[in-house]
């Protein structure tokens, strides 16, 4: 198991060299100029100039770059333009945000996922279809829309949860918790739709395979054989699926934060963007490529302990 | 020359058109009409809008629908209708452009990979796994940070990391191709590697397409919404989908109505797109299952009426019987009988033979005795009977109680009959826990594993019950599972060609195990083969069975120096003999 | 056997690398030398990982090679690739064991058919190679009309008879058959056999047969050459190797082979058993 963990992150390096660069030279075509942006229209030449050279805007791409690459290693992402806030602090303090969001919603589609795609492998064939209709729904309609009409619904009209904002979990775990449902929920719908998909089409065919029968033949009880083996043998593609959705979550979670306005990565990435605040977006990207990292450590973890061949080498 | 076989029923020339009979599933064709119908109204939005989208009525602010506003007009008096129209333009342009650049690379780099291979593969699959990797949405933000509210430039940038995706599937769909038996038999033949990809790989590839295009096209819509949601992909007062949600979700306190509007129309879009990309899987499982169309209901089985009818009770001495038993199968072209009303009686401590060629029907006779017909067949006729009791026609409860304590079941395929992720001591203690009726603890379970591995002569009990299948070889594999029919006591065992996937030096071992089991037991051996050696070798009694009907049956001694029908006579003269040629009786 | 062999093997080897760092390569077929006569059928016998199948897919130049030669009319071919591999096609032809797979589905027969015919160092017009297929056709039992019908259309057998109309369309000194017969029934089997005997009466090919079943080969091949974990045990004409064999593993395989015959098998039974109490 130790192999593929390293061989993974070995692997991580040159993908994080690759996109941080990626995003280097893209940044550096966008039009403006730092310098002037953080000392407005007021400033000296002479103040300008200096900025320019403590920033490395006088030097090459390639070199700002390597300045960048060696900052990084040293744990700085630099500073916002704007705010003059520490970029790793930012992050430090809308990541919690974020991380709620993608594991709330990872947890509650993976529960809701399999467990409705199991019940519909074992039923017959009309909820089978309606099944479908059903599951093509919930990943067809975006997640922005639905997280509009939750909260036209359960916020607006019934008053249940918070419309928008969020409260840290430290200065109340309870409002905490339910200014995430409606975020979690509507990040998770197209999720449940994915892995109940997924799980259905899994167990079905596991379900038709001889070792089945074998255990069929031998008696044992249709729960077993559904919740014990059959599920067990569902395990590679529906971790697979649970990984690439957390993947397409990570993402996902830009449009849910800037509708309920939560102070997450995402509506950070998105003001970032359109500021043109070039260190916070580097790091943000940084931010998010790694998160993508650690969701494939951990799916190539969870493979190679259900499956007995690579676990017993 | 001998025989030619009749041809099966001439099916239907095997289509490659992707699209051809999806007029026949209502569902994917309605949402394929939907998908062409809102493409071309948007594509005709000048000539059928009834207002320009930025005309404004500040007298009509948002009114419901309208004789003169069919949608009804948003918070500006401008034309829901209108907008909804002109607001498809950028978001269907983009979508297009993402599709084009994503079926491209996909396309291109699947290939290339999956066909040339070596180094190649090696650089084009890094490349591959950088692009899954990169937050392709945030490279996006970048994009339209320089390219400034850019459709076009952020929906490429979409596309074209999303490419990755469908590369590995062209490429993965690709390998396989390769690896056919036709491709080598084709580079056999003496085609070139480009001819073989023109005619042997391209066209089964294109068919592969369109599930993802379509797939992607959901996908592709919601984020180029999602970015017009966020104002970042279309300067402010054009309107598009996205935007006009956006702008609706401003006053949803005051009126939600335009929110289901411009929201309503997106979900319909991108769930027509999912519907014609779910409906094309289903056609292409369809045509390589070669059915024709789906399976029907399966046929229903008979009641189990006249129980008590004389002719209907077991015979004495025999604890197998079977009397006019038919099986049917569902098919496209209506239920059709396999097993044609058999009838035969078992003893205990007997091995009976059925003996057929494949489509005699010998397999499914097995597997109905266990009540494990696949979900389209069904016993049309007669009945079975167990140790005196009616076993056909049993509540699947009722069997489940039956299998494995009375009667038990040994597979063909060692390899596969074992579930790979448990280690065979948990299997096998699971069905002596179900079965065995062990008094006493986890002790004793574990002691009666013990004894099972034993008894089918496993050296190494204890290492064994450790292994998970996969460490076992075919023949102990084959053991493992005689073992698992043992736990119960079963009174019969039915052994479907046990031996057909093992050497011939493993099969004999297989062999002597079971008739030694059966010394023991004394219970009855079904033994279902297509080898009359194996008959030769193991059966006391056996039945030969041609096209669902029995033929002959009777002591092997009568079916091997005796035989009646042709048939048998037939089988006997073209199974091939390894022993000197006067020692035969043909 | 007379003048040079139509095939000849010389010390062939395949091996494998081994996953793992610095461990030996797996050894599939090892130090394999043997040679196949003009119109010879020679049968390869052996048990699952026995690498029978290698030396077909060497032969053919599906596997790498890593030592020793194949020679082909007393021609090197063992490395030729690309176009020189191509060009051997009118010589050097295989049917595969699975007639379900060695078709591709989506092609009509005769397109299947006109493969062969159509490749590069050939000179048939349309119409010539239109006649062909119908003369391949009836000579392996097919209706005329075979030639516009999909795979999925034919039985098993017919298939079979199909890849095997392939296999001859060009006349090929060596035809290399991997188990062809294998998935068929036994009445099926029997046909098939009888054609490719046939087959071989007419165009004189030879035929090296590669199989499981060392009852199939024993009328069938002149000469057969037992293998055992890639190397040759065991090496005579046919009758000789199923009724005196000389090596122990032959042996096993000679008695563990069942016969119909019941009274017949009973006693060869008997007799395993005491040979196995024999040796321990």
Aim: glycine residues 10%; proline residues 7%; hydrophobic residues 45%.
């Amino acid at each position: 198991m130790f192999p593929i963990i390293l061989r993974r992150l070995a692997l991580s390096v040159p993908l994080l060299l690759i996109v941080s660069a990626i995003t280097f030279v893209l940044e550096s075509f966008v039009p403006g100029d730092p310098a002037r942006t953080v000392l407005g229209i007021n400033a000296t030449q002479e103040q300008y100039d200096a900025l320019r050279a403590a920033m490395h805007l006088d030097q090459p791409v390639a070199v700002q770059y390597w300045l960048y690459l060696r900052d990084l290693l040293q744990g700085d992402l630099g500073s916002s333009l704007f705010s003059g806030e520490s970029v790793l602090g930012l992050i430090g303090q809308r990541l919690p945000v974020t991380l709620a969001l993608v594991i709330g919603g990872t947890l509650l589609a993976s529960l809701v996922g399999v467990v409705l795609g199991v019940y519909s492998a074992t039923r017959g064939r009309f909820s089978r279809r309606l099944f479908d209709i059903l599951s093509l729904l919930g990943s067809a309609v975006p997640n922005f829309w639905i997280a509009l009409m939750l909260v036209a619904v359960f916020a607006v009209k019934f008053g249940f949860f918070p419309a928008t904002g969020y409260t840290p979990f430290a200065e109340s775990p309870g409002q905490w918790a339910a200014g995430l449902v409606l975020p979690v929920i509507s990040l998770s719908i197209g999720g449940v739709a994915f892995i109940s998909k997924v799980t259905r089409d899994a167990m079905m065919s596991t379900l038709g395979l001889d070792h089945i029968r074998t255990l069929r033949a031998s008696g044992i009880r249709p729960s077993s054989i559904v919740w014990k083996h059959a599920l067990r043998g569902c395990g590679l593609p529906v971790v697979t699926t649970i990984g690439l959705m957390m993947i397409t979550f990570i993402p996902g979670t830009i449009l849910i934060e800037n509708v309920f306005t939560l102070p997450g990565l995402g509506t950070t990435v998105v003001d970032a963007t359109n500021q043109h605040d070039l260190p916070v977006v580097q790091g943000l990207t940084i931010t998010f490529t790694v998160m993508v990292i650690v969701v494939n450590l951990l799916v190539d973890v969870l493979y190679s302990l259900l499956n007995p061949k690579v676990r017993a080498e | 020359m001998t025989t030619v076989e009749a041809p099966p029923k001439a099916r239907s020339r095997p289509r490659t058109n992707p699209f051809a009979g999806i007029w026949r599933r209502p569902v994917p064709a309605a949402a394929f009409v939907v998908v062409v119908g809102i493409s071309v109204a948007v594509i005709l939005a000048p000539l059928l809008a009834p207002h320009p989208p930025l005309a404004q009525d500040l007298l009509h602010t948002l009114s419901g629908p309208s004789a003169n506003h069919p949608l009804g007009t948003d918070v500006l008096g401008r034309d829901v209708l209108s907008r909804l129209l002109y607001g498809g333009r950028p978001t269907l342009i983009g979508v297009g452009l993402a599709v084009l650049v994503y079926a491209f690379f996909g396309m291109s780099l699947g290939i290339l990979a999956g066909y040339l291979r070596g180094w190649t593969d090696r650089v084009i699959v890094a490349v591959l796994d950088v692009m899954l990797s990169v937050p392709a949405v945030i490279i996006t933000l970048a994009v339209l940070a320089i390219f400034h509210q850019s459709n076009a430039a952020a929906m490429l940038t979409i596309g074209f990391f999303a490419s990755a995706g469908l590369a590995r599937i062209i490429r993965s769909s690709c390998i396989a191709l390769r690896e056919e038996l036709f491709v080598d038999a084709a580079r056999v033949s003496g085609l070139g590697p480009a001819r073989i990809m023109a005619r042997h790989i391209l066209p089964r590839l294109t068919g592969q397409l369109l599930v993802p295009v379509f797939l992607f096209s959901g996908n592709a819509l919601a984020i180029q919404t999602g970015l017009g949601f966020l104002g970042l992909a279309t300067p402010a007062p054009a309107p598009s989908w996205g935007g006009m949600v956006g702008e609706a979700a401003q006053i949803m306190q005051q009126d939600p109505y335009l929110l289901f509007v411009s929201g309503g129309v997106i979900g319909l879009m991108s769930l027509s797109f999912g519907l014609v990309g779910d409906g094309l899987r289903d056609l292409e499982q369809d045509r390589r299952q070669a059915t024709g169309g789906r399976l029907r209901r399966p046929v229903p089985a008979t009641a189990p009426q006249d129980a008590n009818k004389p002719s209907d009770a077991p015979p004495d001495g025999a604890v197998l019987a079977v009397r006019d038993y038919s099986i049917a199968f569902a098919t496209a072209q209506g239920p059709r009988t396999v097993v044609d009303s058999i009838s035969f009686s078992v003893r205990s401590g007997e091995i009976f033979g059925l003996v057929g060629e494949s489509g005699s029907g010998k397999t499914v006779t097995g597997l109905s005795l266990l009540g494990l017909l696949p979900p389209n067949g069904a016993v049309t006729s007669g009945s079975a009977w167990l140790a005196g009791t009616r076993i056909s026609g049993l509540p699947e409860r009722e069997l489940q109680g039956i299998r494995g304590s009375e009667i038990a079941l040994v597979s063909q395929e060692p390899m596969v009959a074992l579930d790979p992720y448990f280690t065979i001591g948990s299997q096998l203690s699971e069905v002596v826990r179900r079965t065995g009726a062990v008094p006493g603890g986890k002790e004793a379970v574990r002691q009666r594993v013990r004894d099972l591995l034993t008894s089918v002569h496993l050296r190494d009990p204890d290492g064994v019950a450790r292994r998970h299948p996969h460490e076992l070889s075919g023949g102990m594999l084959q053991r493992v599972v005689i073992a698992m029919a043992l736990a119960g006591s079963p009174k019969v065992l039915i052994a479907d060609e046990p031996t057909t996937a093992l050497d011939v030096t493993v099969q004999a071992g297989i062999l002597d195990l079971l008739r030694s089991l059966r010394d023991e037991h004394g219970m009855a051996i079904i033994l279902i083969t297509h080898d009359l050696g194996v008959v030769a070798d193991s059966c006391d009694r056996a039945l030969v069975m041609e096209q669902g009907r029995i033929v002959e049956e009777g002591p092997v001694e009568d079916i091997f120096y005796r035989p009646r029908h042709p048939y048998t006579r037939q089988l006997i003269a073209s199974t091939p003999s390894i022993a000197p040629t006067e020692g035969r009786i043909a | 056997m007379t003048g040079t062999p139509v095939l000849r093997l010389d010390g062939l080897a395949v091996r494998y690398p081994s996953r793992g760092f610095r461990r030996p390569p797996t050894t599939v077929i090892e130090d394999v030398s043997f040679e196949v006569g003009e119109a010879e059928t020679v049968a390869l016998v052996g048990e699952s990982g026995s690498g029978k199948t290698t030396i077909g897919k060497a032969v053919l130049g599906l596997t790498p090679v890593s030592g020793g030669r194949v020679l082909l009319a007393g021609r090197d071919i063992t490395r030729l690739t690309g176009r020189a591999r191509r060009l051997l096609s009118s010589d050097l032809q295989a049917i595969f064991q699975n007639p379900y797979g060695s078709l591709n589905p989506a092609l009509p027969v005769g397109r299947t058919l006109a493969e062969p015919l159509l490749t590069s160092g050939s000179t048939l017009s349309r119409a010539e190679v239109h006649e062909h297929i119908a003369d391949l056709l009836r000579r392996v039992g097919l209706p005329e009309d075979a030639a516009g019908r999909y795979p999925a259309q034919f039985s098993g057998g017919q298939r079979q008879r199909i890849a095997i109309a392939r296999a001859v369309a060009r006349r090929p000194r060596v035809v290399i058959c991997d188990e062809p017969t294998s998935a068929l029934d036994v009445t099926t089997q029997a046909a098939a056999l009888d054609l490719l005997a046939e087959l071989q009466r007419t165009f004189g090919c030879a035929y090296l047969f590669i199989t499981h079943d060392l009852a199939v080969v024993k009328e069938f091949a002149a000469r057969t050459l037992v293998l055992q974990r890639g190397r040759i045990v065991e090496e005579g004409p046919s009758a000789e190797v199923c009724e005196r064999p000389r090596h122990a593993y032959t042996r096993r395989l000679v008695a563990a082979a069942p016969v119909p015959d019941p009274v017949l098998q009973r006693r060869r039974r008997q007799e395993r058993t005491d040979m196995r109490a024999a040796t321990g």
